[in-house]
């Protein structure tokens, strides 16, 4: 016995309000994030994840407002992501009460911010997010290249040696989503999962596909990721986290039951 | 009306560690505070800490604080959490080695460097959550043995002193999560983010008497 696998659902959030959409397309409304996290809370998941997908000034504000109201009632650790581009931004919303905050275009523009940022506030509480689409042919040797903006601009940075490069700058975990997968619900991208993670000496935290429990599992076994996110079959009560963690441990992940 | 005193040294987030609080005993006053008058003045004190220790310790210094925690050893409750904990104890190998404030005797040591855990191909920092095995103590009340508590960390605990272990966990190796001297205890863990078991713990701090 010994360190859990974790699950973490994840809120994506705009206007303060919880939405999941399908390849950033097709919005739908899942709630209040307060209302959510505690939902969640309740039911055992392991950490929670907001990312601000809206990232505008405004949103900024009232993002600042939701983590500090969910920090006040939920006793289990938040990561905030989504148009985190300074140290200043990062400070907001470690004393808003983020646990662990998200860097993702931001550290593609400015590498250095992930080393400042980790030297500052310490590793443990920065989160390199990469967004990584498959670039190779069929046939060929698996690559995958890292997006920028929400997946929408290509970068020609190779996912693995980017996120090689992060964990030596000083990111604590990285938070891994598959541009192809993500919200098609057939699973992780488990030889991106698996590469990352085999590269890297910090957790990873495999996101973007999941569609089912088997999901999950797959996510840890396969692709050796130490946590495992998911979005949609939580928020609209396809699967409850206690359904997922029973389900894990079944299969002989250890789990925080 | 109960108070305890957060000592805010200026690394980190106490935010969360004080609603815990609050949250658990409405009833007591939080302050967090740097105030020497202020944290004499409370029934209680909890030395918290994340980040570097080398960061920690210039700040713990700079602001005299090690002499605050020298002050209250003995008197009052103290409790401290993650770097708090690590702070209390003799040396820390992070940052080419740094002094700590010698409280309780123990090193912390990295992770990384040791062959269980790198043969074990096991990811540092220790992040999530892990069972947690008790020695007898008042702050383990209504929590069950081998709980999990949230951690986050990349350098550990170990003391020679075994008597003072309060409760000891295991990641590639065993290390020491929670060390116990009169009315101090420390730990390694979160527990303002270690759901109803952590919750439960900080209540316990809070009824403790320090015996």
């Given at each position: 016995m010994g360190l859990a696998k974790r699950i973490i659902p994840c809120l994506d959030v705009n206007n303060g309000r919880v939405v999941k959409g399908v390849q950033f397309l097709d919005i739908r409304d899942a709630g209040d994030p307060v209302e959510v996290a505690k939902r969640y809370n309740e039911q055992g998941a392991?950490?929670?994840?907001?990312?601000?997908?809206?990232?505008?000034?405004?949103?900024?504000?009232?993002?600042?407002?939701?983590?500090?109201?969910?920090?006040?009632?939920v006793f289990i650790p938040l990561t905030v992501g989504g148009g985190i581009r300074s140290c200043d931004d990062i400070r907001r919303m470690l004393n808003a009460g983020a646990d662990k905050v998200g860097i993702n275009s931001a550290a593609v523009f400015d590498p250095d911010l992930v080393q400042q940022a980790a030297g500052r506030f310490g590793a443990q509480c920065i989160v390199v997010a990469i967004d990584a689409k498959s670039v190779s042919a069929p046939g060929e040797q698996p690559r995958w290249e890292i997006f920028t903006h929400g997946?929408?601009?290509?970068?020609?940075?190779?996912?693995?040696?980017?996120?090689?490069?992060?964990?030596?700058?000083?990111?604590?975990?990285?938070?891994?989503?598959?541009?192809?997968?993500?919200?098609?619900?057939?699973?992780?991208?488990?030889?991106?999962?698996?590469?990352?993670?085999d590269a890297v000496s910090v957790p990873v935290i495999a996101s973007g596909g999941v569609g089912n429990l088997d999901h999950l599992v797959d996510g840890v076994i396969e692709g050796r990721a130490d946590a495992v996110l998911a979005a949609s079959i939580f928020h609209f009560n396809e699967y409850t986290i206690p359904e997922a963690k029973q389900y894990m441990a079944s299969k002989g992940?250890?789990?925080?039951l | 009306m109960k108070s305890i005193a957060v000592?805010?040294?200026?690394?980190?987030?106490?935010?969360s560690v004080a609603k815990a609080l609050e949250h658990v005993c409405?009833?007591?006053?939080?302050?967090?505070?740097?105030?020497?008058?202020?944290?004499?003045?409370?029934?209680?004190v909890l030395l918290p800490g994340v980040g570097a220790i080398r960061d920690c310790m210039a700040e713990i210094k700079r602001l005299g604080v090690a002499q605050i925690?020298?002050?209250?050893?003995?008197?009052?409750?103290m409790l401290g959490i993650c770097v708090g904990m690590q702070a209390l104890m003799q040396r820390s190998s992070e940052n080419g080695g740094v002094e700590c404030l010698g409280q309780l005797p123990g090193e912390v040591s990295f992770f990384g460097e040791q062959h269980s855990v790198q043969e074990a191909h096991l990811k540092v920092p220790h992040m999530g959550w892990n069972q947690v095995q008790q020695q007898p103590h008042a702050l383990w009340n209504g929590i069950e043995d081998n709980s999990r508590f949230y951690f986050v960390h990349s350098y550990y605990v170990r003391t020679q002193a075994r008597d003072m272990v309060a409760a000891t966990c295991h990641y590639g190796l065993d290390f020491d999560v929670a060390l116990a001297r009169e009315n101090l205890f420390a730990v390694q863990f979160h527990p303002e983010k270690s759901h109803s078991a952590g919750l439960k713990l900080l209540q316990n701090f809070l009824q403790w008497d320090g015996s």
């Open positions: 392991d950490e929670i994840t907001f990312l601000d997908i809206g990232a505008t000034h405004e949103n900024r504000d009232t993002m600042v407002h939701t983590v500090e109201k969910m920090a006040s009632e997946g929408r601009k290509p970068t020609g940075i190779d996912a693995v040696e980017w996120a090689t490069k992060m964990v030596a700058y000083g990111a604590g975990e990285i938070l891994l989503t598959s541009m192809d997968q993500d919200g098609v619900k057939n699973g992780y991208d488990l030889g991106l999962t698996r590469a990352i993670s992940i250890e789990m925080r | 000592i805010d040294y200026g690394i980190g987030n106490l935010h409405p009833d007591t006053r939080v302050y967090v505070t740097n105030d020497a008058a202020k944290i004499e003045a409370s029934d209680r925690v020298a002050d209250q050893m003995g008197k009052k409750p």
